[in-house]
Structures are given as structure tokens and as C-alpha cells.
């Protein structure tokens, strides 16, 4: 996504974004449907068509990114896998696990494609 982080950024085909990002192009497509499916990303076919974001890179947070492809992170999950952990009947690891979970989910959705984008896209390009 920071690939097409920059506002003037045409649409990009996914074997461009394939060999930009060194993501196997077969996943990467899978990645692309599911943005596209969440609104973040648009997808425009024939010539001069590709993936391009559906609004602007400040407007769209990581925490929506980890969302829509479903790697959000998971408070009620335990770290251990025990069913039955919460703060009542925490495993060894759950104050922990817990305060990680927050800190990841309070970045993620406080951080957008506009703070991580620019330096992303150089080091792409370059």
C-alpha cells in the first residue's frame, strides 16, 4: 500500500507492485482483491488500469490495512491458545499479550499510509 501511498501515483498493476514490493504476484492479487473489497484500494481495468487507493493515504490507517486482510490483532485470543483466558483467569502471559494487543491496535489505528508512505516509496524506487 505504501507503494501507492504518493496522491499522483497512477494506478498500478499488481506485477509491477509484484516486483516493486518482491511479494509473490499470486498472493499479492489475493492482498489487492480483499483492499479492494474493504474500499481501501480501487481497481481499473484495460489500458492505464491497476490497483490505485480509493482515498487519500492520510484517510487510510494501517489498522484499517490489517483489518481487511484479516491480521488485526485479536484480544480476545489467547497466547498461550487456552480458551478460558481473560483478566478473571489470566494464563502466565495475559497482562502481557494484552498490553501488546493495545499498543499494536492503538498504533495501528492512529498511523496511516501518509506517515509511513514517503519513506517506503523512496527506498522502492531507488
Not at 489500458?47 to 491480521?71: C, E, K
Amino acid at each position: 500500500m505504501a507503494v501507492l501511498s504518493k496522491a499522483e501515483t497512477p494506478a498500478l498493476r499488481a506485477k509491477d507492485l509484484s516486483i516493486a514490493t518482491h511479494v509473490p504476484v499470486h498472493y499479492l492479487s489475493k492482498v489487492l482483491r480483499r483492499l479492494v473489497a474493504a474500499g481501501l484500494l480501487v481497481a481499473r481495468k484495460g489500458h492505464g488500469g491497476g490497483f490505485a487507493l480509493a482515498r487519500p493515504p492520510q484517510r487510510i490507517s494501517i489498522g484499517d490495512i490489517l483489518a481487511s486482510v484479516g491480521g488485526a490483532p485479536d484480544t480476545t485470543r489467547c497466547a498461550f491458545g487456552w480458551g478460558d483466558c481473560d483478566a478473571r483467569h489470566p494464563c502466565p502471559l495475559h497482562p502481557t499479550w494484552s498490553a501488546l494487543n493495545d499498543a499494536l491496535t492503538s498504533w495501528s489505528n492512529a498511523t496511516t499510509l501518509a506517515d509511513i508512505g514517503p519513506t517506503r516509496l523512496r527506498r522502492l524506487r531507488s
